[in-house]
């Protein structure tokens, strides 16, 4: 199936991908598995690809898969890949699976959540982070990366907000790279304007920052993990984030369990 494509489009699109993930076209097309001349026809819209040739080019060039069904439809073909509604029966096994891995993870808080930081499930724990937190920021649909750096949500019990805020203001700024999004450019720079300049240099070891959080009864250290679908073939699939906090130290895997 065809689509109709503005004139250009496509070649266009193909330049503006390759030079974010900065790869020669002979490097790309090695990749790909077609010739440095047959890409660079396609780049100067002199050669219109195939179906094939496409999606070849969108997984080389590692596109998420909303991305590679731009790609397709820019070329004037329809998208691959389905976008299922998360209440969708298909994805009830999915749905299933999260709620598993988030009860699993108590007492310590855990979120599931799209693009963005929208909100879609967290287990009980979550309340130790939202104490507190303005009515306003809890009403769905709930961002967690405006809850957590607002200033009328966790950010006034966040003892270390300049550093903790630029780790999460710097990971959107990685993803912004790799996939340029009008929104969540705009997004960052609200982010930004909540933080705090930074001090002095922090003690955390570069990889990660440890969210040091003030609770009745002591400090938390909690440290994060993020697991994606890998596999996903479903759009919404693949942009489901799961986010693990872990205690950092004894003290805190203490607290959490006593609370929980």
Known sequence: MTVVAEPGQFARDLRGWRARRRLSQLELAIRADTTQRHLSFLEQGRSRPGRAMV??????????????????????????????????????????????????????????????????????ALGVLTDGAAPALLEPPVNVLRLALHPD????????????????????????????????????????????????????????????????????????????FATAVDVTLSELRLEAFLPADEATAALLRQRG
């Open 55 to 124: 999606v070849r080019l969108a997984e080389s060039l590692e596109l998420p898969l909303r991305e590679r069904n731009g790609l397709l439809l820019s070329a004037g073909y329809a998208p691959v890949y389905t976008e299922s509604r998360l209440d969708a029966p298909e994805l009830g096994p999915v749905r299933e699976a999260l709620d598993r891995i988030l009860a699993g993870h108590m007492p310590y808080p855990a979120v599931v959540v799209r693009p963005h930081g929208e909100l879609v499930a967290a287990n009980p």
């Open 153 to 228: 949500g966790m950010a006034r019990r966040v003892e270390n907000l300049a550093e903790w805020g630029r780790h999460i203001t710097g990971s959107l700024r990685d993803q912004a790279r790799q996939a340029p999004d009008p929104g969540l450019s705009e997004l960052i720079d609200e982010l930004d304007g909540y933080l705090p300049p930074v001090e002095s240099p922090g003690e955390h070891l570069g990889f990660a920052v440890p969210l040091r959080l003030r609770v009745p009864g002591g400090e938390l250290r909690l440290i994060t993990t993020l697991t994606s």
